[in-house]
Each structure stands twice: as C-alpha cells, then as structure tokens.
C-alpha cells in the first residue's frame, strides 16, 4: 500500500474524439500502475465534481456562465483547441474537485496526487490550450477559503508555460534581482537559459519550459524559466534546481502544487526539449526530495503529454508516482 493517496475517476477521460492530447491516458496509467503492483485499488480515492461555487473562486461569473450553458463564441471554443460539450464541461469539474480532494490529502499525507489536472492553460475569463478550468488554482483558493493554508507555490514542469497560473496569481510586481547571480558556479558551463524574476502575491509561480513553444505571450510567473531548445536532462536538472531554491529563499509555502507534465520529453509531439524518461524520473526526485527535506506538502498533477507513444506518456507519468514513492516509503 502507497503512503499516499492517488485521487482517480474513470470518468477523467475527456471526450474530444481523436486529439493529440491523448484523453484515454488516465485510465492507461490507472491500469499500469494496479498491473505493475506499484498501487492497490485501496490507494485510489473517487473525487466528487467541484462546484460552480468552488469553481468561482478563480473563474469569472460570465465565463462559467457560457460553460454552463453552451454559449461560448465559435471564437472562445477555438483558442480552448477542444471540441465543447456538456461532458465535456463534466470532466473538467471533475477534475477541478479531483485537485482539491488531492490537495486536502496532501495536507495531512505530507504528498497526493490528483491522477489528472493541471490545466494550467485555463485564464479568469476563457479556456485555451486544451484547458477550460485551471484545477489547480481552484485547489489552492479552495484551500485558502478554509484557511488550511495562507501561501502556496506552484512548480510548473511542464513544456508549456503555465500561462493561466501566472495571469490567475499575479500579485503585485515587484522586480528583484535577475537571478541565478553571477557568482554560481556550477550554471556557468551550463546552456543558457534566461530567468526572469517577479514578485508574488499569496501563491508563488514557478514556470519552467520551452521558450520557443506555445504560449507565444508568456505572462510573469514569479520565476520563469525560459530554456533553450533540446536542453537535455543535466542542464534541465540544474536549473530546476537553482529555480526551486531562488524560490524558496524568496517564499515560504504551506504546500506545492507540482505540475508533473510530460511533454518536456524527447519523443514528444509538441515539445522540444529532450528529457530523457530517466531525466524525467530525476525531475520528479528532485521535486519531491527538496520538498519533504523542508517539510512541505505536495500535491501533483499530471498536465500535458503528447509522445509519438501513447506507452511513453503513461510511463512517465506512473515514474512520478514511482518516484514518490521511493522518496515519501521511508
Ligand atoms: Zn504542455
């Protein structure tokens, strides 16, 4: 038995037909992870659908309110890149109310994992990218609300920034010093990557991704990092690192939503940075080995992953369940 909770519904599946974002994945790693025994039925918790309320929280009346009722313009259901239905409104409910029960577990069980979500894509006021509800936020407000916690931080890792993250939780701006400093060594032989720094309001950003990738208008995180092209495991390793420790020198969170996204993999259709499966698995490592050292919770979501083989995604997504399991057993 896992020493966490992975929250799950089959009903995660989203209904937009033949897609690159490969809907059927979440029952394939639901599958995988029972067949290879590194979970039991016992260790998945069903998620109830978030309400309209919850919801609200991050989203405006107006934008909800053309979900709900099917009236979003032809315009608003093309940059959302997914084919609108009422089902389809169910899913992403579901996995909204999926990122809060996820989050609420990861309060008391140091780490849980919503097996879903991450649709870090989704603004206030329209979906895009793929994302019509950014369940993470609606996670961190609807933990804020019953005051389980005051500051989150979110670690983005997918290839995409996480655009919605950043426009829902920018606080006030103020610009510090461009990091990392001069004086760091170990970056110097490193490929280039360029860091900006802003300050956060009461949930930290932390975006690290292609910069030649979508979005083209990358709104300021608290820390992005904008990498080069085909960065490789090492170099990616080294500045997640450096990003995690600017911002935690810079922030103290009660809990760190960790958005596991697969696409920064080397065999992906929409990505370009070339991790490895093995560089993958060390990200996740890092991820969760600086966060129990400091004793911060976890909660993660699984966001984007579009691998030439549907086999891959699901691997790389049932390694970050691995990894947190060899890290938070002891
Ligand atoms: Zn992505």
Redesign the pocket.
């Known amino acids: 038995m896992l020493p966490f909770k992975l929250v799950y519904s089959d009903d995660y599946y989203l209904p937009i037909g033949a897609h690159v974002f490969p809907a059927e994945k979440y029952q394939r790693i639901h599958k995988r992870l029972l067949e290879t025994g590194v979970a039991k039925a016992s260790d998945f918790v069903t998620p109830q659908p978030a309400s309209d309320q919850d919801v609200l929280l991050v989203h405006t009346p107006q934008y909800v309110h053309k979900l709900k009722t099917g009236t979003l313009s032809a315009q608003e259901e093309l940059q959302m890149e997914v084919p609108y239905s009422p089902e389809l409104v169910r899913a992403f409910w579901l996995a909204a109310g999926g990122s809060i029960l996820a989050a609420d577990y990861a309060l008391h069980d140091h780490i849980a994992f919503n097996v879903g979500g991450g649709f ?2 989704a603004f206030p006021d329209h979906g895009e ?2 994302c019509m509800v950014h369940d993470v936020a609606v996670a961190i407000r609807r933990m804020q609300r019953e005051d389980k916690i005051s500051r989150a931080m979110t670690v983005d890792c ?3 920034q996480g655009n919605g993250t950043a426009a829902i939780f920018a606080g006030v701006r103020i610009p510090t010093a461009p990091l990392p400093s001069t004086s760091a060594p170990t970056l110097n032989s490193l490929l280039p990557a360029k860091i900006r720094n802003a300050h956060a309001g009461d949930v930290f950003t932390i975006s690290l ?1 292609q910069e030649n ?2 979005p083209a208008w990358k709104p300021p995180s608290s820390i992005d990092v904008d990498l080069p092209d085909e960065i490789g495991d090492d170099d990616y390793l080294s500045w997640l690192d450096n990003a995690l420790s600017s911002g935690l020198r810079q922030f103290d969170p009660e809990l760190i939503c960790y958005i596991a ?1 697969a ?1 920064p993999y080397r065999e992906d259709q ?2 370009g940075l070339s991790l490895t499966i093995e560089g993958l698995k060390r990200r996740d490592d890092l991820v969760f080995r600086i966060a129990r050292a400091r004793n911060i919770p976890v909660m993660v979501t699984f ?4 691998a030439r083989k549907v086999e891959d995604t699901v691997t790389i997504h049932c390694n970050t369940v691995i990894a947190a399991k060899e890290i938070f057993a002891t």
Request: proline share 0%.
């Open positions: 870090h894509h990218g793929f997918d290839v995409h991704h990738n979508y996204g696409d929409l990505g966001a984007g992953g579009y």
